[in-house]
C-alpha cells in the first residue's frame, strides 16, 4: 500500500477548520485535524511545503517511521505549528491504519477502558446571575461536570464570556486581534464569589471547573486556589502561563485544589517536569497541537506514572476529525480524566459527518472503523478561509498580559 495523494483542505463553516486527507493507491482514505486558531495559514503552508510532498510514495502503515522523520527530520524541533502538522499526519495515518483492519481506532490502541466519556460544557455569563442560569441549562440537560466563566464588574471583555451579538463564545472573531482590558485584583475577587453561589444553587456533587486562562502570577493563582477550596473544583485550569513548569510546584505548595494545564503544549518536553514533580493532576494536550495519537500516547503513559489524567482540550477549535480521534484516545487511555465540550455550529457538523454519539453530558463513539469522520468536500467549498485572529489582552495601563 502507498500514499498516492496528501492534501489540506481549509474551510470556514462559521469558524476556520483545516484538515489534511491522505489518500492511498488502495483506495483507502484517512483525515487529520490541522486547525490552529488564528494561525491555521503558517500550518497549511509548513504541511505543504515542507512534510506532505516528502509522503508520497511511503507505506502508510509506518505511522511511527514516519512521524520520526517528520519530527527528527525538521531539524528545527517541536512548536505549534510543527506538531500540529505532525499531529494532523499522524492521525491521518492511524484513520486508514484502522480502517484497513476493520476496527475503530480505539481498539487499534487496546481497546475500551470505559463504556462512556465524562464531558464538561462551558458555562458562561457577563455576571454571576448570567453564568449559574447558564449552568442551570447543563445541570437540566444532565451534564455531570460544568466550566464556570463570567464577566468582571468594570472590565468590558474577558476570556471565555460572549460579547454582544455572540450567541456561543468564540474568541477569533477579528481579522486582526481585537484589545482586551484586564484587571487581576477584580478577577481574584470575582471568582471565588462565583464559586460559593454555584455550591449554594447546586450542591455539592456537579463537578465544576474554571479556566484562568495563563492570567495570574504564582502567588496570585496560590491566593485563588486557596479561596477555591471550600467549593472543591474538578480544576483550576492555566492557573499560570506554562512556560515556567517550575511555577506550578509553587502554586501546589499552597492548595489543594487541582490544578490541571497542557492546551498549548505541542510536546512532552512542555509538561514533563511538571508531571515528574507531582506539580499537576491534568494533561490538557490535545492530539491535533501535540504530535497527533503516537505523542499524546507518550504523554498519557508519563502521566500515568504520576497519578496525573487526561482533559484533553475541545473547544471549537479542535474541528470534527481532531475530536473524533480524541474520542478514540479517551475511550483507550486508563488515566482518564474528563474531555472538553463545545459543540459546533450545526453547518460544520453537515461538513464534517461523524459517527459519535453525546447524551446527556457523555459521549460514546461507534465501532465504525477508523475514526468514523469523513469530510463533505463539495460542501466545505462553500465556505472559504477567512482570516481570524485570537485578541491581545493589556491591563488597563496599556501593558500587554497573557490573554
Ligand atoms: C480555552 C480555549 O477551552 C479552553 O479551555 O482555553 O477555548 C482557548 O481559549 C482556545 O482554544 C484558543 O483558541
Ligand atoms: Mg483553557
Redesign the pocket.
Known amino acids: 500500500m502507498r500514499i498516492t495523494s496528501a492534501r489540506v483542505i481549509v474551510c470556514c463553516p462559521g469558524r476556520n477548520l483545516v484538515t489534511l486527507k491522505i489518500e492511498t493507491d488502495d483506495g483507502v482514505h484517512g483525515l487529520g485535524d490541522a486547525t490552529l486558531?488564528?494561525r491555521e495559514i503558517a500550518v497549511v503552508s509548513y504541511l505543504e511545503n515542507h512534510l506532505l510532498p516528502a509522503l508520497i510514495g511511503r507505506d502508510p502503515a509506518a505511522i511511527e517511521d514516519i512521524w520520526h522523520y517528520a519530527y527528527l527530520g525538521a531539524y528545527w524541533r517541536r512548536g505549534p505549528v510543527t506538531m500540529t502538522a505532525i499531529a494532523a499526519i499522524d492521525v491521518a495515518l492511524w484513520d486508514i491504519k484502522a480502517k484497513v483492519a476493520g476496527m475503530p481506532i480505539y481498539q487499534m490502541l487496546g481497546g475500551a477502558s470505559r463504556h462512556r466519556i465524562m464531558a464538561y460544557g462551558?458555562a458562561e455569563g457577563e455576571d454571576i446571575a448570567a453564568c449559574l442560569d447558564s449552568a442551570q441549562g447543563f445541570v437540566d440537560a444532565g451534564y455531570d461536570a460544568i466550566?464556570l466563566q463570567c464577566g468582571l464588574p468594570g472590565v468590558g471583555t474577558t476570556?471565555?464570556v460572549p460579547k454582544d451579538g455572540q450567541t456561543r463564545?468564540e474568541?477569533?472573531d477579528a481579522d486582526l486581534p481585537a484589545e482586551h482590558v484586564w484587571n487581576t485584583a477584580r478577577y481574584l475577587n470575582q471568582v471565588p464569589k462565583l464559586f460559593e453561589q454555584a455550591r449554594r444553587r447546586f450542591g455539592d456533587d456537579v463537578h465544576l471547573l474554571h479556566?484562568v486562562?495563563h492570567r495570574l502570577t504564582p502567588i496570585e493563582a496560590a491566593r485563588l486556589g486557596r479561596d477555591l477550596e471550600p467549593y472543591h473544583l474538578f480544576w483550576m485550569?492555566?492557573s499560570v502561563p506554562a512556560e515556567n513548569q517550575a511555577a506550578f510546584a509553587m502554586v501546589r505548595s499552597h492548595t489543594t485544589t487541582p490544578l490541571a494545564v497542557g492546551?498549548?503544549f505541542n510536546s512532552i518536553h512542555d509538561c514533563r517536569e511538571m508531571i515528574q514533580s507531582g506539580s499537576i493532576d491534568y494533561i490538557?494536550t490535545s492530539l491535533t497541537h501535540a504530535g497527533g495519537i503516537t505523542h499524546m500516547r507518550r504523554i498519557a503513559h508519563l502521566a500515568e506514572l504520576h497519578h496525573v489524567r487526561t482533559g484533553c482540550?475541545?473547544?471549537?477549535?479542535?474541528s470534527p476529525v481532531g475530536l473524533a480521534a480524541t474520542l478514540h484516545f479517551d475511550t483507550w487511555v486508563p488515566n482518564f480524566g474528563i474531555q472538553?465540550h463545545?459543540p459546533h455550529d450545526d453547518i460544520v457538523a453537515a461538513v464534517f459527518p461523524s459517527n459519535h454519539r453525546f447524551e446527556a453530558g457523555y459521549f460514546r463513539v461507534d465501532d465504525t472503523p477508523g475514526h468514523g469522520v469523513d469530510i463533505d468536500e463539495r460542501l466545505a467549498a462553500d465556505y472559504p478561509f477567512k482570516r481570524a485572529s485570537?485578541p491581545v489582552n493589556r491591563l488597563e495601563d496599556g501593558t500587554v498580559w497573557d490573554?
Open positions: 486558531n488564528g462551558h466550566r476570556y471565555g463564545y474568541p477569533a479556566d486562562h485550569e492555566d492546551e498549548v490538557r482540550h475541545g473547544a471549537t477549535d479542535i472538553e463545545m485570537l490573554w
